[in-house]
């Protein structure tokens, strides 16, 4: 059987000494493991499509449940991102993520845009990175359908006195309420910061600056989160963090 689909290279193993395996974020069909022959030889037609987060055109044939590159041809790339080991760990860390959530055929057609949004701001912009990260984050959980309570408090409804965030219960808790097990601190001015995240279009969800502190309390929500819907720490997030010395 053959499949033709657009896709996103969220990683990249290389297996012997001429072949990789590499796993696609496709249009159609959610993430594909597919094996990628030759792919090490100086004369391989698939390297360039099949490179780290690229975004290719690909032809895919499956036997058996195992799936394997025809052919492939780069839409995008993002070349930038090796030259700069704090940007391509940024980046990694965000492929990773888009991975370990594992999202379905219809998640994927929406997911694909905020990666290559987020691949290119990683590589060129010069915005603070631990924001391009926090938007990344907040905008996954709410395309693949754990959008965060932001409104009310998550126990019980209220509208004031919004003050800590619950990543296990999923959205911000009132003052009264405070007292969860993983409750942490959000000031009201990260509190509207993931509130535009949330409501802004794709374009315009990057769109502003924060300070450091909230920067913080936006990290912690989001990627704690994270790491409750996935049920593990990302390897690469634990590297990310050596990297940008905060470990
Ligand atoms: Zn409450």
Redesign the pocket.
Known sequence: MEIKTKGVVLGRTFVGEKDAIIKILTENSGVISASAKGIKSMKSKLSAGCSLFSYSDFLLTESKGRYIVASTSLCEGFYGLSANIERLSYATYAAEAAAAISPDATDARALIPLLLNTFYLFSNSQKNLRLIKCVFELRLLCLLGYAPELNG?V????TDELCFFSPSEGGI??R??GNLPDTQIITKDTLTAMRYVQDADNKKAFSFSLPRQNLDEFEAATEKMLENITGYKLHSLSYLKQIAGRT
């Open positions: 408090c126990e019980c409804g209220d808790v009132c009264s309420c």
